[in-house]
């Protein structure tokens, strides 16, 4: 009896062994697949941070003109005959008309300019005075020397000498700053106006037309018409319910999205004051009710949320992007512009009070001359400063 207890104690041991064995062995396996994904996960991160990193490196833009003059053809008696004929085509006839063929004058294809953009420590700057406004809420470019500036009451069309071209008072005022008005790329004006309505100004400053109009209980507080398809975003707040969300319009008026709600359920917007769109296509929302920055894709997903740099609570503006994809806001807490990257990481103090705006408010960034335009809420003095330098590398060939 106790040589079978012995033995079926060792025949368990054996299993145990066995099974431990294969657990050693189980385990160093998993290790072995660990570290491999483990080394893959760095090397992917590695070339997630060389990405990340070329976005402060020089960004090259291609501007193609192409002049290819369309080949003159010369056809001959044969190929009229063939082309005219209503008998079948022959393949050897279509084969012995195409040789017969000349082509002459032959263009050729330039490339007219290949420009190199890159970030200067060398900041230069000029300042002028807009005297039909008592301060500059925001500012919209038209052309490379024509902008709309606004205050609480008027809204100006003003050159880069400070002179005004044409004034309006019926836009919408309020306590608050906001984006009241855009541009769209053929240089019209769109803007809110008194009676809370979305208006257009044609280039001849006569034509006016309404492209929608809001209810009581909703009211448009920021507008930015979008450059990739003539979009137009309007940011609303509803009275009195701490609520917001953002519009999105085509060019004739027809409402097509409303982005109000984050995946939890929860509402995205407070008070949209400005908006803004990058290239990447996320609408970039300057909310003076949550003190942030909130970004969405172009789909209305939520990105992120931006509060400021540690230690330095935002109080947001105007707020603009430059071709690097950067996100340009004024603060009026700080009393700085403050530059980000796309997803939202604190990368420097662009501009604060010593550079010559004491509460920036108003913002744009013209991508024909590369400046950027800053407006202050306490006086009608707007800068210009110019942070990218633009070089020609390359000439017609």
């Not at 660990?34 to 020089?58: D, F, G």
């Not at 590369?370 to 110019?386: A, I, Q, R």
Request: charged share 25%; with cysteine.
């Amino acid at each position: 009896m106790a040589n079978r207890a012995q033995s079926l104690k060792d025949q368990i041991d054996k299993v145990l062994q066995d099974r431990k064995s294969k657990v050693i062995c189980l385990k160093t396996k998993l290790q072995n697949t660990y570290r491999a994904i483990s080394k893959q996960m760095i090397s992917l991160q590695e070339h997630v941070k060389s990405y990340e990193q070329t976005e402060n490196r020089a960004v090259e833009f291609f501007l193609f003109q192409k002049k290819i003059p369309v080949p003159k053809l010369t056809f001959t008696s044969s190929m009229l005959t063939l082309l005219t004929t209503e008998n079948k085509i022959k393949k050897e006839g279509v084969i012995a008309s195409l040789v017969e063929i000349s082509i002459t004058e032959i263009g050729k294809r330039k490339v007219r300019r290949r420009r190199l953009l890159k970030m200067s420590t060398d900041l230069s700057k000029e300042s002028l005075r807009l005297t039909s406004v008592r301060f500059v809420d925001h500012i919209s470019c038209v052309t490379s020397n024509r902008m709309w500036v606004s205050d609480d009451n008027n809204l100006i069309l003003a050159d880069l000498r400070g002179d005004t071209l044409c004034h309006l008072t019926n836009i919408d005022s309020g306590i608050f700053s906001y984006g009241l008005h855009t541009v769209t790329s053929d240089g019209d004006l769109i803007y809110i106006d008194k009676d809370s309505a979305i208006s257009k100004l044609g280039t001849c400053i006569k034509t006016k037309s309404i492209l929608t109009n809001t209810t009581e209980a909703w009211k448009p507080r920021c507008i930015f018409c979008s450059h990739f398809n003539g979009d137009i975003l309007v940011g609303i707040e509803k009275h009195k319910a701490d609520e917001g969300n953002v519009d999105r319009y085509s060019g004739t008026g027809e409402l097509i999205q409303s982005i109000i709600y984050n995946r939890k359920g929860r509402n995205l917007y407070k008070l949209p004051s400005y908006i803004t769109e990058n290239h990447n296509g996320d609408i970039i929302v300057s909310d003076q009710g949550l003190e942030a920055l909130v970004v969405t894709d172009q789909y209305g997903r939520r990105r992120f949320s931006y509060t400021g740099p540690p230690g330095y609570p935002l109080s947001p503006h105007g707020v603009c992007v430059d071709p690097f994809l950067h996100i340009i806001v004024c603060d009026s807490n700080t009393r700085t512009v403050q530059m980000m990257d796309m997803n939202g990481h604190f990368l420097e103090w662009l501009r604060t009070e010593s550079d010559g705006i004491s509460v920036p408010c108003g913002l744009s960034y013209d991508e024909r001359n590369h400046l950027l335009m800053v407006g202050s809420w306490n006086s009608n003095t707007m800068c210009v400063y110019k942070y990218i330098q633009t070089s020609k590398f390359l000439t017609d060939i």
